[in-house]
């Protein structure tokens, strides 16, 4: 990436100003640029159930952070095309996701957790 693209690419991943600082609230999506490699870090809060619904909760989590992650690439992706006046290659080349558990108690079945999601791309 030039100079020029990577200044582009970093005004449009950060968060701390403009137009990208007020997401909707219910979800995160934060972007690390090292080099030639991009990460999107997707973290939500999610309310489980019960233990027994936790499984398909978390099933249904993970399809929508990877819903959410590719709209957002798209976005960006589109917006790197006009601002820049060239297209935004990216390769994935890894991920993980996991369940932080916040708040349980042994009265209670409900149970609040942070889900996450890293998606990594090779950027090029």
């Given at each position: 990436?030039?100079?020029?693209e990577?200044?582009v690419?970093?005004?449009?991943?950060?968060?701390?100003w403009?137009?990208?600082?007020s997401?909707?609230?219910?979800h995160?999506?934060?972007c690390?640029?090292?080099?030639?490699?991009m990460t999107l870090?997707y973290s939500t809060i999610?309310h489980?159930?019960?233990?027994?619904?936790?499984r398909?909760?978390?099933?249904?989590c993970a399809?929508e952070a990877?819903?959410?992650?590719n709209?957002?690439m798209?976005l960006?992706?589109s917006?790197?095309?006009e601002?820049a006046?060239?297209?935004?290659k990216?390769?994935e080349v890894?991920?993980n996701d996991?369940v932080?558990?916040?708040?349980s108690?042994?009265?209670?079945?409900?149970?609040i957790?942070y889900?996450?999601?890293?998606k990594t791309?090779?950027?090029?």
């Open positions: 990436m030039t100079f020029k990577n200044n690419l970093g005004n449009l991943i950060n968060t701390t403009g137009k990208y600082s997401p909707s609230g219910t995160s999506i934060k690390d640029l090292a080099g030639e490699t870090k999610v489980f159930a019960s233990e027994r619904s936790a398909d909760q978390f099933v249904r399809e990877v819903q959410r992650l709209s957002y798209g960006l992706k917006e790197f095309r601002a006046g060239t297209s935004l990216t390769t890894g991920g996991d932080e558990l916040i708040q108690t042994s009265n209670s079945p409900r149970k957790a889900y996450r999601m890293n791309f090779q950027l090029g």
